[in-house]
C-alpha cells in the first residue's frame, strides 16, 4: 500500500530572469528550478516516508535585478 501526499506551494522570483532562480529540491534531487517573475503555483507529489526538501535562491556571479529574491507563499502539505 503506498500512501501519497503532496506538498503545494505559490512562487515568485524577482531577479535576473535567464541566470538567478528558486531550485526546489526533495531527498537531494532537483524537482523545481523556477526563475517565473509573476506568482505560479506548483505542487511535489510525495510518497510515504520521510523526506527532505530543500528551497535554494540560487544566482551566477554577475547582475541583480528587483528585489535579487525569491518568495514562497502558501507552502501547504495534504496527504490522503
Ligand atoms: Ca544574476
Given amino acids: 500500500m503506498c500512501f501519497l501526499g503532496a506538498l503545494t506551494f505559490d512562487s515568485l522570483v524577482d531577479s535576473e530572469s535567464c541566470c538567478d532562480y528558486l531550485e526546489v529540491s526533495l531527498d537531494g534531487e532537483v524537482v523545481f528550478r523556477i526563475s517565473t517573475q509573476d506568482w505560479q503555483a506548483n505542487e511535489i507529489t510525495l510518497e510515504s516516508g520521510f523526506h527532505e526538501i530543500s528551497f535554494n535562491y540560487l544566482k551566477d556571479g554577475s547582475v541583480a535585478r ?15
Fill in 66 to 80: 528587483g528585489e535579487d529574491a525569491a518568495f514562497i507563499d502558501n507552502l501547504v502539505f495534504s496527504s490522503n
